[in-house]
């Protein structure tokens, strides 16, 4: 099946600091989006983005499918941003490739 | 609009009990999924349904069984309960598979003693 690698694994800031994590991804996706889980767990959807850029407030991610590789930006973090940020993908051939397949994500920490 | 709703979020099993993960949600749905996460680790996909009555195995079905009798509901069944079953399970759903929007649940943090 499809292989998700982010990076990088742990990643601490100082608030006000940017950041950009990578998702690299072994086969074309038909789906690609960026996860934030909080520090409760609870999951929530950033981005859908297959391909292109998009952006959210402070929040924004480019997806280059011809490279295999997305990255989500973070500009002027907050401690808000702290948690675990997944990449999740649907691509791939054969067995699996409908399922969407997460990395192993990238733990953020924001300190004030 | 409540999204996915699963209960219990916290249970404490003894090896080889058996229980019923609950997952319910009012987006009308036709795909849903049990993922777990083992600690440091993403998710991994347990079983998909792509509508009542369907279901199939995703990458870790083994010691789980689910059922689909109607577009809300997607329980997840834990038979005979393994120390390796200590995990946290999370339920989604989403338009399908290529859709945006996948839409989790909280979470059950389930511990097998």
């Known amino acids: ?112 | 609009n409540a999204g996915v709703t699963q209960t219990p979020k916290f249970r404490i099993l003894k090896i080889g009990q058996s229980m019923t993960l609950q997952c319910t949600q009012d987006m009308n749905h036709n795909y849903m999924y049990w993922y777990r996460q083992d600690p440091g680790m993403g998710l991994k996909l347990i079983y998909y349904s792509v509508g009542a009555g369907i279901t199939d195995k995703g990458e870790v079905p083994n010691g789980y069984n689910v059922s689909r009798s109607t577009t809300e509901d997607f329980p997840l069944r834990l038979e005979l309960a393994a120390p390796s079953q200590t995990s946290v399970y999370f339920c989604a759903s989403s338009y399908s598979f290529m859709s945006d929007g996948y839409t989790f649940g909280s979470g059950t943090r389930l511990t097998v003693v």
């Open chain 1, 1 to 112: 099946g499809i292989q998700v690698e982010q990076s990088p694994p742990d990643l601490i800031l100082q608030e006000g600091a940017n950041s950009t994590l990578r998702c690299n991804f072994s086969d074309s996706v038909n789906n690609l989006q960026w996860f934030h889980q909080n520090p409760w767990g609870q999951l929530i959807n950033l981005f859908y983005i297959p391909s292109g850029t998009k952006q959210n407030g402070r929040l924004s991610a480019t997806t280059v499918a011809t490279e295999r590789y997305s990255l989500l930006y973070i500009s002027s973090s907050q401690t808000t941003d702290s948690g675990v940020y997944f990449c999740a993908v649907v691509g791939g051939s054969g067995a699996g490739s409908y399922q969407l397949t997460f990395g192993k994500g990238t733990k953020l920490s924001v300190i004030p």
